[in-house]
Nanobody, 121 residues
């Protein structure tokens, strides 16, 4: 069974870069036709899909976040990462990593438990 776990600092200062790592076990991030995504949820709001890195290593980002977001991977460690630059308190929320089968954003089939990141003024 595939498992995902987020890790990284829980507090980031405004204007700095938020960096998180997702460690995957039970499946390889290079497995054909799977995509590895980051999703976030601000307090009291809905889920926001941020972007993915594919099994081939190509990336795609939500248009609203494209200019600030970078997703990368380390296949040797079976990890993928998120960097969100120039953060503000509006970026505070719970951040999740997840797996997408067949590049279907609405059908994410495995999730990490999420990690809270707070952005200070």
């Amino acid at each position: 069974q595939v498992q995902l776990q987020e890790s990284g600092p829980g507090l980031v200062k405004s204007s700095q870069t938020l960096s998180l790592t997702c460690t995957v076990s039970g499946d390889s991030i290079t497995t054909n036709l799977y995509y590895w995504s980051w999703i976030r949820q601000p307090p009291g709001k809905g889920l926001e899909w941020m972007g993915f890195i594919s099994y081939r290593g190509n990336t795609y980002y939500a248009p609203s976040l494209k200019s600030r977001t970078s997703i990368a991977r380390d296949t040797a460690k079976n990890q993928f990462t998120l960097q969100l630059s120039s953060v503000t308190p509006e970026d505070t929320g719970v951040y999740y990593c997840a797996r997408e089968p067949g590049n279907l954003h609405w059908a994410l089939d495995a999730w990490g438990q999420g990690t809270l990141v707070s952005v200070s003024p």
